[in-house]
């Protein structure tokens, strides 16, 4: 059964940097496209960026600032959010899921299962 747990949270100060991990168990990552998404307090879930399977060619959100990389490591089975110079507003509850078919293109509810997430808090 796919199952997706994702680690890496923290609290720290604005401008410093995190990696979040997304790691998959019951199955092989290679097969999949996966995506990180986040929900801040008080506001909805949304997608931050997702990597394709095959080429791992990525997207990203328009709504989401160039300090974001995902990557994966198809030989760990895990899949990397890179956020850097984070700030106050990147706090937010980190969620990663699959798109049910297998596109990055799918709408948020195509994606899934959800896990408990990572919490990252950006504060001084």
């Known amino acids: 059964q796919l199952q997706l747990v994702e680690s890496g949270g923290g609290l720290v100060q604005p401008g410093e940097s995190l990696r979040l991990s997304c790691v998959a168990s019951g199955f092989n990552l290679d097969y999949y496209a996966i995506g990180w998404f986040r929900q801040a307090p008080g506001k909805a879930r949304e997608g931050v960026a997702c990597?394709?399977?095959?080429?791992?060619?990525?997207i990203y959100s328009p709504l989401v600032p160039g300090r974001f990389t995902i990557s994966r490591d198809n030989a760990k089975n895990t899949v990397y959010l890179q956020i850097d110079n984070l700030q106050p507003e990147d706090t937010a509850v980190y969620f990663c899921?699959?798109?049910?078919?297998?596109?990055?293109?799918?709408?948020?509810?195509?994606?899934?299962?959800w896990g408990q997430g990572t919490q990252v808090t950006v504060s001084s």
């Open positions: 990597i394709g399977r095959g080429d791992g060619s990525t």
């Open positions: 899921a699959a798109p049910q078919t297998g596109s990055c293109q799918a709408a948020q509810d195509d994606f899934g299962p």
